[in-house]
């Protein structure tokens, strides 16, 4: 999108980029969702991270040396300019209705527009058909297969979904940090997002729900920003958090109401004495019983 360093030698436009990025990323994640979706759980959670490590080493080796020169190696695709759209450049700063907007807030405004956009296709196929047999295959698989769902399809049909959106919104990334590099995408790396900070947000927000990864994500980003004092320790206190929050709030700070009947059964389930219907026992005493 620009870069006069890129190793492909093709200058795109912005939404051509956008297009491309996601044609790109629906096309990885139906040819690595494919025969990896068969597998269920904690197996399929363990494939897939492999299948992205595996990607980030690959993509890190053809640099020209160890392989075909087609991704720059580690250096990636450096020199990404700022946006320029409709005459509106991201890069410098805007006086608007009396407010000055400076680069950070120029993208973070379009970054807003892109989450209004991920939301917005999340929100309406969770209320679609689709989304309904999704939320089906989420709490019973094989129920769900037993009803005619074809559970395969529709699963490789939300992997294909993800990643699509995730290639939407890396396009806007690339331009933000000027710059895209195989180590920016590690499982754990020292600087978010990561996979396993992208994860932690969504735990820790709510799984099921669309508002509980944006809190999760912007409590993550704050926090630690707010307890620099405390960064020899932020690791810890982290993990500390993370098992607090699983032994008191194992359904996140948003909580999605079928989460809270499945970690709260036991509660939902007693019945209180005053409500039990009576018995008679044989010493003809009465007690309240089930």
């Known amino acids: 999108s620009g870069s006069p360093l890129s190793p492909v030698g093709v200058q795109f436009p912005f939404w051509a980029a956008v297009l491309t990025g996601a044609a790109a990323s629906l096309v990885f994640g139906v040819v690595i969702g494919a025969p990896t979706l068969r597998l269920r759980g904690d197996y399929l959670a363990i494939v897939t991270l492999g299948f992205g490590e595996i990607f980030r080493l690959t993509v890190n080796a053809l640099n020209g040396v160890s392989g075909p020169d087609l991704t720059n190696g580690s250096q990636g695709i450096p020199s990404i300019p700022d946006l320029n759209l409709f005459g509106f450049d991201f890069g410098i700063s805007h006086d608007i209705a009396g407010f000055t907007l400076g680069r950070s807030a120029n993208y973070y405004l379009l970054m807003l527009v892109f989450t209004a956009v991920v939301v917005l296709v999340f929100r309406r196929s969770g209320e679609s058909r689709i989304g309904r047999a999704w939320v089906a295959i989420r709490e019973d698989e094989t129920a769900a297969t037993a009803m005619g769902i074809n559970a395969f399809r529709l699963k490789l049909l939300a992997f294909a979904l993800g990643a699509t959106l995730a290639g939407l919104a ?14 920016q995408y590690q499982f754990a790396g020292s600087v978010p997002p ?72 036991t509660g939902q389930l007693d019945v209180p004495a005053e409500d039990a219907p009576l018995t008679r026992t044989t010493a003809g005493t009465t007690k309240a019983g089930a």
């Open 194 to 265: 990561n996979s396993a900070f992208l994860l932690a947000a969504v735990i820790l927000g709510g799984m099921g729900t669309l508002s509980g990864p944006l809190v999760g994500a912007a409590l993550l980003y704050l926090i630690p920003a707010k307890l620099q004092f405390m960064q020899d320790y932020q690791l810890f206190l982290f993990g500390i958090a993370l098992i607090l929050l699983m032994r008191f709030r194992p359904e996140g700070l948003v909580a999605d109401r079928r989460k809270q009947l499945e970690f709260h059964e």
């Open 170 to 183: 890396g396009t806007v990334q690339a331009h933000v940090s000027y710059t895209v590099t195989p180590e």
